[in-house]
């Protein structure tokens, strides 16, 4: 299993149009995608230039590098970043990280 991780952040103001076109839009047509295995997204507040911003880190889910790089193309460590994602990122990775799970479990009590 590949986990493919890549950050953004937001303005404060943006981050739920951000949160909206992630969850709405892009994890709902990776799962149509072979090899892949599910999405995260986590979000955090922070100081950023000008004030609060929100941090969003997606985490994707992959069976292998081959799979990724059916989604991102021949270079997997290119983040894929959408015009509609872009236009309400005040900054974000231009590369993305790809790692091997070593160990995984998730418990949901």
């Known amino acids: 299993m590949i986990v493919r991780q890549w950050r953004g952040r937001t303005t404060a103001a943006d981050a739920e149009a951000y949160f909206r076109h992630v969850t709405e839009n892009v994890f709902p047509s990776l799962a149509g995608l072979a090899g892949h295995r599910g999405?995260?997204?986590l979000r955090r507040t922070v100081d950023g230039p000008g004030g609060e911003h929100v941090e969003f880190l997606a985490a994707?889910?992959?069976t292998s590098l081959e799979a990724v790089q059916a989604f991102a193309g021949p270079d997997i460590d290119l983040a894929v970043v959408e015009p509609q994602a872009k236009a309400v990122?005040?900054?974000a990775d231009r590369l993305a990280a790809h790692y091997e799970v070593a160990?995984?479990?998730c418990r949901q009590d």
């Open 89 to 91: 990122l005040a900054d």
């Open 103 to 105: 160990f995984g479990e």
């Open 39 to 41: 999405a995260y997204l």
């Open 60 to 62: 994707t889910l992959w």
